[in-house]
Structures are given as C-alpha cells and as structure tokens.
C-alpha cells in the first residue's frame, strides 16, 4: 500500500528515561509522543514489544512469545494510580543507571513489584478491574493459556528450556497438561495478568499517539526462538525430530560481512503444514499485531521467498542451502483475513530479483539505509537519487552503529565521496544525513533518537553477532532541548514532511492521490 510523505523517530520503549532501570509505558512516553508532535513528526517506529529473556541476551528479537508483550515495560507509577500497588511501593527503588538498562537488577527488582501487584489485584482488586481482566483473557485465549502455562512451566522447571522438561508436559500429554495447570493456577493467573496490564497501558499509550496524528511502526521478527510458547504449543508448524528438537535452524550464509554467515538458532517453519491450515497461526499473529500498532516493519523480509536453513549440529552457516518459501500465496491469505497490510519490508543484504518481485508484488515499501550509501558508487541503491518513490529511509537502523560512531570509522574514500555528495565538511555528520533523509524521495523517513541527539558509538542499541552488551541504551529527559525540538521541526517542515490527509489537498493533487493509491494497491 501507499504511505504519505511523512518522517518519525526510532526509540524502543526500553530507552526511555525514568527512575526505575528500564524506560516503560508511564509519564516519560507520553512526554515522548508530545515531543514527536512539538518536532512535526508523525511516525514512532519500536522494536518488537515480546517478552526477553535472559537467555537470549534479552534481545527482543528473540523473545518467549511471538505474541506476548513484555511486562518490564509496565509502568509502576500507572499501576499505583489504578490501586493496584500501594505508593510506599515506590518510595525504596535501587540506584539504577540513568543512561543504560543493567537487566539483571531491574529483572530481579520490576518482577518482585509486579507479584505484589497482582497479590493486590486477587486480594483487593475492584469489580470493574476484575470484569476488564477476564474480558481481555476470554478475548485472548487462543493463545494467552498456553503462554500463561508455558511461562508457569519454565518458572517450576527453574527457567530451563522446555525441550529439558519430563516428557509428558514437554509433549503436551492431555493428563500432564491438566494436572500442570491445576497445580501451577496461581502462576498461570499471575501471567494473564501481566499480559493484561502490559496490554492496557499500551493500548493507552498507544490511543493517546493516534489522537495527537502519531502512528507507531512495530516490528516483527519473522522466526521465533525454539525456547518459546510458540514452539512449545505448535510443534507440528516446526521441523522438529521425535524427542521435538530441530531439525534445521534459519540463518543467512557466508557474505561479505561474516565468511561463515550467521547462524540464528531458531527452528523453521513447516510451510506446508502452515497452508493446509490457512495460516491461521501467522493471521492470529497478524491480527494481534495490527491491533498493537499502525505499520508493521516485518524482519528478514527475503525468508518468504527463500530462506537459508542449516542442518542440526552445525557450528556456522556455511553448510546450509535456500529453500523456497511460501511467496505470494502466504501474503494473499494473510490480506483476505486483514485487507491492506501496513507493512514495511525489510530488504537488507543479499536480496535476489524474485524477492523484489514479491515485495513489489505486494506493494511494500522496502528500506534504504544511508550509512550504506557512499561506496563511492553513484549508482548506489541507497544513494537518494537512485529512490524508487515507494521506500523507506533510514540515516541508520538498531544493527548500525550511531551515524556519528559510523563516520569515525569509514574509510577515506567514503568520507570523501560522502563529503562531495553532500557538499558539507561533516563537522555535524548526523544533521547531514537526517536532512538527506528527510530532503528525499521516499515516502518515510525514519532516523534513531541516538542521530538527532549527534551520540557516539556509545549509545549504539545492537551489535550483530555480539552476545552481551546490546539493548541497554537509555536517554535523559534533559537531552530533549528547545534547540533540537526546533531543528528538528525545521528540517521536517522544509521537506514537506507533515503532508495533510488526502482529503485536505487541493482537488486535483487529491484525484491523483486515491487514483495512484488504487493502481498501487490492487494485488488479484
């Protein structure tokens, strides 16, 4: 689908400012959508909102759920307002860091106030609390029981994988599963209501953007990690041996980056399986998603057309081969279910002319990053002047390095082909590029906080292939000045960024508006 000529901000929630170690869905993110609305932007793009784990790095990339949120994101604060945590609660917190999340305290600490707060909610809670909690479980159960019990079950087995756990629960035995629930209902009750509240302030939150004409892109991975409800619950959608291992995990091969390509770790799905059901797992997932944000940017885009899969007892990617996957007729199911998907494709790296095909097919805009653009090359796909109209751009994304950590580390060459593209000296490199960014063709423009604030390689979110370290990023309220809200909304205003709903436009910039919209759109 078409997207109007607009700009935003990338800023996972986690990096939000606070008192309490981890930015969250209180007070600080509706000053950060105010802030969005002072500067004229319309878009705030997240990363995926899933539940981490500390075995996975807490990357949300790979998180316990493909569905649930992530209960640190709870605010506190909105909890002691509704009731449900007593405000003394909130007068003993540690000494977190200001400007970096240290997830082993804050997990230890957010989770022991969050149980407080649901003992409150099943001691006390009051009837309309309680009447919206069983309304959001019954709407929800399709899948909130089995993560309820699946996070219950890791909890009782001391957070070991599920594939560790005595046979029968890790094989789903209708009498394991009946006799697990009983005994862990407390758990699995705590569960459902952290999914409740994470949801219900989100929703606010989320509303709150939208009347202010903020959309919110998320972002959602195409794999699942094996350790998850997902797998756990559905393992016939997997490749999966009779004890329920994998078969083969997803990756991407050998490149110029990695000689030995990189080797994800999650298991692949059965496509086959997944079309004899209509892919109703992937349109529930979508319909959740859809309900929880505006555009969806959809991770590793190129694994619908064919993905890298890499046997069993491999150490690297460099054995694996393509397999097809399932293409247009995935998309077409899913847009019947939905209509037009607001979907932005990631298309990074080695993308072959079928993918681009099926992306163009589909009508998805695909992603420019400007950090790959001065090669030196003026064909350049990333080069602006080489945009197709229907694409997004990014000075940088999560995986990149900080625009200003980036130019520190380029080659001459690329210093000086950027500095003669640009006609600038590059004293202040990040305002070069959002004003590129924003000065261009494509229909989004999208520029992390980190490059409006002109940070170094310091405030980096995401090291690809780096095990530890990554996610932690965190802001300063006080770094929000007058002075960066007003250059901000002066280069978004230059560029026409905060172009008016096509009913607004004069008559015949609008016919030509809903006719290229219809051209555009119409997929049989």
């Known amino acids: 689908m078409d997207f109007p000529r607009t700009s935003g901000l990338l800023l996972h929630p986690t990096s939000l400012p606070g008192r309490f170690g981890i930015g969250d869905l209180g007070d600080t993110a509706y000053r950060w959508v105010d802030f969005l609305v002072a500067t004229g932007q319309t878009l705030w793009q997240v990363l995926p909102l899933g539940y981490t784990g500390y075995v996975y790095g807490n990357s949300p990339y790979q998180s316990l759920s493909a569905l649930a949120g992530n209960p640190l994101l709870i605010s506190p604060e909105r909890l002691a307002a509704r009731k449900l945590l007593e405000a003394s609660a909130l007068e003993q917190v540690p000494a977190f860091p200001l400007e970096t999340v240290a997830y082993g305290p804050v997990i230890e600490w957010k989770m022991a106030l969050l149980h407080r707060s649901f003992e409150r909610f099943r001691e006390s809670g009051g009837a309309e609390e309680r009447e919206a909690f069983q309304a959001f479980t019954e709407a929800n159960a399709a899948w909130l029981d089995d993560f309820a019990l699946f996070m219950a079950l890791k909890q009782a087995h001391d957070g070991k994988p599920w594939n560790t756990w005595e046979p029968a629960i890790r094989n ?15 758990t699995v009750q705590e569960h459902k209501y952290l999914q409740y509240q994470f949801f219900s302030q989100w929703a606010a939150l989320k509303t709150y953007a939208n009347q202010r004409n903020v959309k919110i892109i998320g972002d959602m991975p195409i794999f699942v990690a094996y350790d998850s409800a997902d797998v756990w619950a559905n393992p016939a959608l997997f490749f999966l041996d009779a004890d329920r291992n994998p078969l083969a995990s997803a990756g991407v091969p050998p490149d110029y980056f990695s000689k030995t390509g990189q080797l994800w770790g999650n298991p692949l799905y059965r496509w086959d399986v997944m079309a004899e059901h209509g892919y109703d797992w992937w349109i529930q997932r979508f319909r959740l998603t859809f309900s929880t944000v505006d555009i969806t940017r959809i991770d590793h885009f190129r694994g619908f057309e064919a993905y890298w899969s890499v046997p069993a007892g491999e150490t690297t990617a460099v054995n694996g081969h393509w397999i097809k996957g399932p293409g247009r007729d995935f998309f077409i199911a899913v847009r019947k279910a939905h209509g037009d998907l607001p979907i932005i494709a990631e298309d990074l790296g080695l993308i072959t002319a079928d993918v681009i095909a099926l992306r163009d097919e589909m009508a998805f805009p695909g992603m420019k990053v400007l950090q790959f653009a001065f090669s030196g090359d003026p064909h ?50 990040h305002w070069d590029l959002i004003r590129l960014a924003f000065g261009s063709t494509a229909e989004m423009a999208l520029v992390p906080l980190q490059d409006v604030l002109g940070l170094g390689s310091e405030a980096r979110m995401n090291t690809p292939g780096q095990p530890s370290g990554n996610w932690a990023w965190r802001f300063r309220q006080e770094a929000l000045t007058a002075a960066v809200r007003d250059r901000l909304r002066e280069v978004t205003e230059i560029f026409g960024r905060g172009v008016p709903p096509a009913e607004a436009l004069p008559e015949h910039r609008r016919r030509h508006h809903v006719r290229q919209h219809h051209v555009r759109s119409r997929v049989s």
């Open 172 to 186: 789903r035995e209708p009498t394991a599963m009946t006799r697990w629930a009983v005994r862990l209902t407390d």
């Open 380 to 429: 350049n796909e990333y080069l602006p002047h080489n945009y197709v109209p229907r694409c997004v751009v990014y000075t940088g994304t999560h995986d990149n390095d900080t625009t200003v950590g980036w130019y520190r580390t380029v080659t001459e060459k690329e210093r000086t082909f950027l500095r003669r593209y640009l006609g600038t000296d590059g004293r202040r490199i």
